[in-house]
């Protein structure tokens, strides 16, 4: 019965089917010569190269001798542990090898125990045509994977820039060539830059390749820690200097000793405090809140920013003095669109971390791809980091697609896919169903708008801001950095 109905539904069915990109070997294990000669015929239809056997034995004898990409098995019925073993063998000697175990209908539990030993997929008898065809394919799609991941690891491992940076881009060669020369000297360095292009990377590449690496390198966040305490944290304070200093405290500029102290998003620092940098970075002594001493550092400065500092000078909100001082070595590092050609390697990276952490392979498809490759990264690499670890999270298989990427990358896939089709008309001839089509906004960009249109109503507070919006000031500045938003008064 069960080849009667493939006799009956292949003709309609091949002219359909699509040939693998490249001609994948199956061989099938079973008994049955109607099941045998069915699953040769459509499989052939399909475009895969087949080998059929009625025994275990044989079936090892052409594992040797031949390289089979998927393996059908016919597991017996119960009582017989045959099919089983060859599973687990072929698992471990030939491990990229996709297997698939048929059994009867009602053996559930054989399909189970097949899965343990090493079985990526199942069949149950008796199956129609596109039971037989969506095994194959899912199968097919496993193996690609495994492939593109393969291929994905060995250009990431040739792609390894300078520590853990990632990217052959020219702009990335000449970002390394200056940091190797930079990372040997001692003088402050000042990194600019979009928010998630990398920034701490970079001082920490600096850091490490420099001549005090086995020193602490220690990192701040202007903008996210109340200024009072940024004094504290930088310069020390001693027992009884203020309410809770229950004992004497080295600042970081001190416990770095010859390290480096990292000065994230200088341009947030209030210009008192600006100044009292200024002198220790002058006279390479700090002064600790309550004290009346003052204790030699030694601590190399990197600062960072995604602000234009000399404009914030000409507005006076920015010391000239200090701006030059931090200002001796400037590296400005090149947003993500401007190294489109890094995005691949950059995926592929976060790729093979999440999957090493999830034992098992995953990739992108091409669409998602093109699309990633297309879209304009307004949150640089971090924003690509988030993406690619939303995709693993909501993907039901090894594969990204497009509908796994966040909702502003699939609307950017789609306007280029209008864009195309627009091309293909003639001028002023709209696409059919555009004009009826709703315009959605997002819920990010819906996010931007509450949180800017907030901030503006307070005339800039971005404390009482967050206690409006209900979120930490931490979150609002994180989520002001994903923008993209270093003013938002003068954000459009």
């Not at 830059?193 to 920034?199: A, R, W």
Request: with cysteine; hydrophobic share 45%.
């Amino acid at each position: 019965m069960l080849a009667t109905v493939f006799q009956t539904r292949s003709m309609e069915f091949f002219p359909q089917a699509a040939e693998p990109a490249a001609r994948l070997h199956l061989l099938v294990v079973d008994v049955d010569p109607a099941i045998r000669s069915a699953c040769s015929e459509i499989a052939s239809g399909l475009g895969y190269a087949v080998e059929t056997t009625t025994d275990f034995q044989q079936a090892r004898s052409l594992l040797r001798s031949s390289a089979a990409d998927i393996l059908l098995v016919n597991l017996p019925l119960a009582g017989s542990r045959e099919g089983l073993e060859l599973i687990a063998e072929v698992k471990l000697l030939y491990p990229r090898i996709a297997i698939v175990a048929m059994t009867s209908s009602g053996l559930v539990n054989t399909a189970v125990e097949a899965m343990r030993c090493g079985a990526a997929d199942y069949l149950t008898k008796p199956f129609a045509i596109d039971d037989f065809s969506s095994v194959l394919e899912r199968a097919t799609q496993a193996l690609s994977a495994d492939t593109a991941t393969r291929q994905l690891r060995e250009q990431l491992r040739a792609s390894q820039g300078l520590g853990a940076m990632i990217g052959r881009s020219p702009e990335m060669e000449k970002l390394y060539r200056i940091l190797s020369k930079v990372a040997q000297s001692s003088h402050p360095v000042l990194i600019l830059g979009e928010s998630g292009t990398g920034k701490e990377l970079v001082a920490r590449t600096i850091h490490a390749y420099g001549a005090n690496a086995q020193k602490p390198f220690l990192p701040v966040d202007c903008g996210s820690i109340v200024p009072t305490l940024i004094e504290s944290e930088l310069f020390g304070y001693v027992k009884g200097a203020f309410t809770g200093a229950n004992r004497s405290k080295d600042g970081l500029l001190v416990s770095a000793e010859s390290g480096t102290v990292f000065l994230d998003e200088i341009g947030e620092l209030p210009l008192d405090l600006q100044a009292k940098l200024l002198r220790a970075l002058q006279e390479r002594e700090v002064r600790p809140v309550g004290a009346t001493h003052r204790v030699p550092i030694k601590a190399r400065i990197v600062a960072a920013t995604n602000r234009d500092l000399a404009a914030m000078v000409d507005k006076g909100t920015f010391r000239k003095d200090l701006f030059y001082r931090l200002n001796v070595v400037n590296l400005r590092l090149p947003s993500l669109r401007d190294r489109r050609e890094d995005i691949p390697l950059l995926a592929a990276h976060f790729l093979d971390r999440i999957s090493r952490e999830r034992g098992e392979n995953l990739t992108l498809s091409d669409e998602a791809l093109r699309t990633m490759m297309r879209y304009d990264w307004p949150g640089n690499v971090r924003e690509l980091e988030n993406s690619v670890e939303r995709a693993c999270a909501l993907s039901s298989g090894p594969v990204l697609h497009l509908g796994d990427l966040p909702t502003q990358l699939q609307n950017s896939g789609l306007e280029a896919s209008l864009a195309a089709r627009r091309a293909m008309l003639p001028a002023g001839q709209p696409i059919e169903d555009e004009a009826a089509a709703p315009q959605v906004t997002t819920l990010a960009e819906m996010e931007k708008q509450a949180i800017l249109s907030t901030i503006r109503a307070l005339a800039g507070d971005k404390l009482r801001a967050a206690k409006l919006l209900g979120i930490g000031k931490t979150t609002l500045y994180r989520k002001l950095k994903e923008y993209g938003i270093s003013d938002p008064m003068s954000e459009v």
